[in-house]
């Protein structure tokens, strides 16, 4: 039996997206038992912001700079190298339980973590042809948020006090090394060419309303998994407790992703994400107002799996909008700016939520989001005013969690391109 021109490439892959499911479980983890950690250990809220914010500090640098360490030693060593060092930083967190070294470490993880999926990507690119790799992007941005759900359960596997879950990050971190380091998959003969400027002010331009909504998404999607275990830990949810309350918000953006990109391709995108910020703010205010209340814990599970289905998408569904906007040639531009704009609210985002929380108790996390999304949903209504939709639109892609590499984006988005064209000329 033939094999399809997808099929043909999952196989070559198979060992990089399970590698690259190690990094994200044991990333997601790693994230979580900090915060819960941080807190058993009485740090204050805006202590456990910083080290929120740093892993984004961390991953926006790397995003920018890591560059140059692949094109000097090659993928497959700055893989190693890099994955080498991520697995020793959980060690260093529990050697030294500090909220001022944390932050550090954090954001040495995140560094690190930037190149390794920038590595993945750029295998993940050459293993594609034009005619799958919007499909194989989008695979690898589901495999991502699937094995975020897995890293928030492992939070129950030890005692966050203890040290088994720092060496369980550890371990997970160094696993991935092997079927990336040992995948059929040949690696770039180069390294990717020197990224691409973004002009914030032509992307504004461009698209205004992607603007203002990459930011605020990032400031949303940060505070949540920054500050989210903090928020179940201070309402009185248990370790197992918290890790179930994780794992609903992202399985709620597992499932909800795919549906909401097939939606967008048929309706103007920013009233679909209006309408999503509607809802998002909807099961946060209930949450908010419910708090004091001491409300029954499948109804917070309930109400931040509605969350998580309605913000978790948003990056992919504003990045699909500027893309409809954008020139054919300046996707990679275009890409890049986003990136900026989505890693400065990420970084902002613990940091504002961590006061917000220090001042206005655990409330505060949700004022915050709630804050964020309104003000999607207000600059999104103001812009449908101003500007009708495109009648010609690019296709959905699903976009990773942490959005870093800006070269399988573009080249996807070009190809899709291509295609329409040798269809129209057919």
Known sequence: MQKTPLTAALATVIALLFGHAMLQMGNTLQSSLLTVRGGLEHFTATEIGLVGSGFYVGLMVGSLRIGALIRGVGHTRAFAALAA??????????????????????????FCFAGLFIVVESWLNGAASSAVRGQLLSIYGMVGMIAG???????TAADPHGFVLFCLVSMIISFALVPVVLSRGQAPLQAE?????????????ISPFGVVAGFLVGVSTSSYYSLGPLFAQRVGLEPAGVALFMACGSLGGFLATWPMGWLSDRVDRRGLVVALTGCAAAALLAMVLLVPENP??????????????????????????????????????ASGGMLVLWGAGAALGPLIGG???SQLG??????????????????????????????????????PQQPVSTQLVAAAEEAAIERKEAAATS
């Open 85 to 110: 060092l991520a697995s020793a930083v959980p060690l260093l967190h529990l050697m030294f339980v500090s909220p001022w070294f944390w932050p550090l470490g954090r954001a040495l993880t995140g």
């Open 149 to 155: 759900v897995g890293g928030q359960m492992l939070l």
């Open 193 to 205: 060419g020197k990224a691409v400027r973004p002009n914030l002010r032509n992307l504004y331009r």
């Open 296 to 333: 029954p814990r499948g109804l917070l599970y309930a109400l931040v799996a509605l969350f998580g289905a309605m913000v978790i998408p948003g990056y992919s569904l504003v990045l699909a909008h500027v893309n409809d906007h954008v020139p054919p040639g300046e996707f990679a531009a």
């Open 355 to 357: 006061a917000a929380m």
């Open 362 to 399: 655990v409330q505060g996390l949700g004022w915050l989001i709630l804050t964020a999304q309104a003000g999607i949903a207000a600059w999104g209504l103001w812009r449908m005013r101003r500007r009708a939709a495109p009648t010609e639109k690019e296709d959905f892609l699903i976009m």
